[in-house]
């Protein structure tokens, strides 16, 4: 049965409810409005968590639009208790949303509809008056693959049609949320406005949410506007009533101008936690290039080596290609130790010294689940069995997990369900976890995170990697020859698409600084300020290119990964300390023989083949990188840029 709506009257900072049948506009005295939420006239509504009375005017003003406009049945301040989010937990369960994990403390369940498993780069815009504001214009009649524009008309009827009354028989949470550390000079706080209580739940994981947050707009602090609704079909017919969403009609806006996003149909990550890829990296870049700093796609990891001396390393390589792992590594290198700041995001800024500082503008992880294991990634096993909520994995008969690479954690006794609930084993052709589930994890809850991970300041950085899944051509490690040349080789990244996103097949995907869906202008004037940073110091990073995924001609991985990764970040330390273990090649400064320590690898690993420069893939690499800048970038593409790849392609044609 639907609940008749709620009448809210406010007098003297007293809430009183009162059943009331009708709308009640009517309702006045004086021909002011008298009965109302915030003073206008809107519809009745429950308040079932918080006090309106306590919200900032311009928190008040922006839920009172929304509210007008999506006709929900409740409202639910957010404060970010333990209390509420065991609320929460009994609202999931008695929808279907999550179902408890009992092998596990506080862990969780959530199997979404199978049409809504990841971020939908097709359905992103970026609304500003002029399309070029947002991308390139496209030449030799190519369609633009730097991102979706769309004008901020075309964005208020997109919203009105979606929008309106999406919410109701349901409830709106309100919920405050800090990017970054309370307080801290670098962080920026959201208030996301959804329909979603996993949201809810994930972004208290994700964000530092609630009360503490909401105070610092009540102290004049400015916030990004988050509008998010799983929505509902045209139809009206909810499909599966424990993961509504609207696949169809899903779509997601931002308005870098006003700081705003919007968001539709889709209860995702990325889609759907507004603080990570479309607050963090589309708004947040289009903020950062205005304030002079950097929002990018990288994890943050601090290494100490066996002399005991410590640098943070920032890295950015495409979505499912290896940010969390890095970030949470176990060296296999003795004496060495890593420690974790982030794993997905960055916010960087240089210091009035001219130092590259960073903060990780979350608050835990929201990592890919197959391939995590024991042998793996153990730092990840060790975090996320506590108070975490799973999504699309497969679940086992005693109240555990699997995904594809526990096949060794799990007893041969267990039964497994896979993520659409069906039963699985190993004989069937299909996997038991989606390839893009995931965990989702408080960060604080990881043994090796780092003790300045919450340092308001943020963490020197003293280099900076890039990298992708390249199973051909491109060597294990090389350093770029200056910033300039650091910056082109952020721009002529490229790598395998993963399920990420809605792309199929392994195609090789330009994806410049692994930013291409997360862009928030004009990436020909994020290269430009790049390229700016140069002046802002004297003691700029050390840029590199990394790849640990070269493949043999069976297709077997040239290199073992993972933890034997820290070889290459030994070496990569090394050249920060000024050795001389680097040789010149027509790409950049690649390991010295014998200079890349193997010392105690297991594996028998192929140096020539790791590091051969075949002379055809470059020259071919070339013309692709120069078709990429010239249909995609075209006049936007800034000179020095296209100088770099004219003396690249001079270097490689001396390749014999
Ligand atoms: P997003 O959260 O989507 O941004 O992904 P990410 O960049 O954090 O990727 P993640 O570390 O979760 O790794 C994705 C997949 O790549 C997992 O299945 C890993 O097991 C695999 N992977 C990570 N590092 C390595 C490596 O060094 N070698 C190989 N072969 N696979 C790796
Ligand atoms: C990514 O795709 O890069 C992620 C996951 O980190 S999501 O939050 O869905 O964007
Ligand atoms: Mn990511």
């Not at 004086?30 to 309106?52: A, C, E």
């Not at 409740?74 to 209390?83: E, F, P, Q, R, W």
């Not at 009994?90 to 498993?117: H, V």
Request: glycine share 8%; net charge positive.
């Amino acid at each position: 049965m639907k609940m008749k709506p709620l009448l809210v009257i406010l007098t003297k900072g007293n809430l009183i409810f009162h059943r009331f049948p009708t709308e009640f506009g009517a309702l006045t005295k004086n021909g002011r409005p008298k009965v109302s939420v915030f003073g206008k006239q809107i519809r009745g509504i429950g308040v079932v968590h918080g006090d309106l009375q306590d919200l900032p005017e311009k928190v008040k003003s922006y839920v009172e639009d929304n509210v007008k406009l999506c006709k929900p049945d409740k409202l639910h301040i957010c404060d970010g208790s333990d209390a509420e989010n065991q609320k929460l937990i009994n609202i999931m369960l008695e929808q279907g949303t999550i179902k408890p994990l009992p092998k596990y403390e506080n862990c969780w369940l959530a199997r979404t509809n199978p049409a809504d498993t990841a971020r939908v780069e097709s359905k992103t815009f970026i609304c500003t008056e002029k399309k070029s504001e947002t991308i390139p214009t496209p030449k030799n009649g190519a369609v633009g693959a730097l991102g979706n524009w769309m004008s901020p008309n075309d964005m208020d009827l997109v919203v009105k049609e979606r929008f309106n009354s999406c919410m109701t028989g349901r409830t709106m949470y309100i919920v405050p949320f800090s990017m970054g550390p309370i307080g801290s000079p670098l962080s920026k706080i959201g208030i996301e406005l959804t329909d979603s209580p996993y949201v809810v739940a994930s972004m208290r994981i994700m964000t530092r949410m609630g009360s503490k947050v909401m105070k610092q707009v009540k102290d004049g602090q400015a916030f990004v506007k988050c509008l998010h609704s799983v929505g509902t079909p045209s139809n009206g017919i909810v499909e599966d009533p424990s993961w509504p969403c609207d696949p169809q009609r899903t779509i997601i806006l931002h308005k870098p101008e006003n700081n705003e996003i919007v968001s539709y149909g889709s209860g995702y990550g990325g889609n759907s936690l507004l603080g990570k890829k479309c607050f963090a990296l589309r708004i947040g870049s289009t903020i950062a290039k205005k304030e002079g700093w950097l929002a990018e796609h990288m994890l943050i990891l601090g290494i100490t080596n066996p002399k005991g001396k410590k640098r943070y390393i920032a890295a950015a390589f495409p979505s499912a290609c290896g940010k969390t792992n890095l970030a949470m590594m176990t060296p296999s290198l003795p004496g060495y130790k890593v420690e974790c700041v982030g794993d997905d995001i960055a916010w960087m800024r240089f210091d009035k010294n001219g130092q590259l500082r960073a903060i990780n503008p979350e608050n835990g992880f929201f990592g890919v689940a197959p391939g995590t294991s024991r042998s793996s990634n153990p730092i990840a096993m060790d975090t996320i069995f506590r108070n975490t909520i799973f999504t699309n994995v497969a679940s086992t008969s005693d109240g555990g997990v699997y995904w594809e690479g526990m096949e060794k954690e799990i007893g041969s006794d267990v039964a497994i369900t896979d993520w659409r609930g069906n039963p699985w084993s190993r004989q069937k052709n299909i996997p038991a976890a989606h390839p893009n589930s995931r965990f989702c994890t408080p960060a604080e809850q990881c043994p090796i995170i780092d003790p300045a991970w919450e340092d308001p300041e943020g963490v020197p950085i003293s280099a900076i990697l890039f990298g992708g899944r390249r199973p051909a051509g491109v060597p294990l490690v090389y350093e770029a020859r200056d910033w300039k040349h650091g910056v082109f080789i952020g721009a002529s990244m490229r790598s395998e698409a993963t399920a990420a996103a809605e792309h199929k097949g392994k195609v090789i995907m330009h994806d410049p600084f692994a930013m291409r869906p997360f862009f928030g202008y004009n990436f020909g004037n994020y290269l430009d300020h790049w390229l700016s940073m140069e002046n802002k110091s004297s003691n700029l990073p050390k840029i590199f290119h990394v790849n640990w995924f070269r493949k043999d001609a069976n297709g077997k991985f040239l290199w073992p990964g993972f933890g034997e990764n820290s070889r290459v970040l030994d070496w990569i330390l090394r050249r920060l300390d000024g050795e001389n273990i680097a040789d010149e090649t027509p790409i950049g400064l690649i390991p010295k023989k014998n200079c890349l320590n193997l010392k105690g690898i297991e594996e028998n690993v192929n140096l020539d083949e790791l590091f051969s420069l075949p002379r055809d893939f470059w020259l071919q690499e070339v013309k692709e990188i120069e078709k990429y800048f010239n249909e995609q970038v075209g006049d936007d593409l800034p000179k020095e840029i296209s100088n770099q790849l004219d003396s690249l392609r001079k270097r490689i044609t001396k390749i014999n």
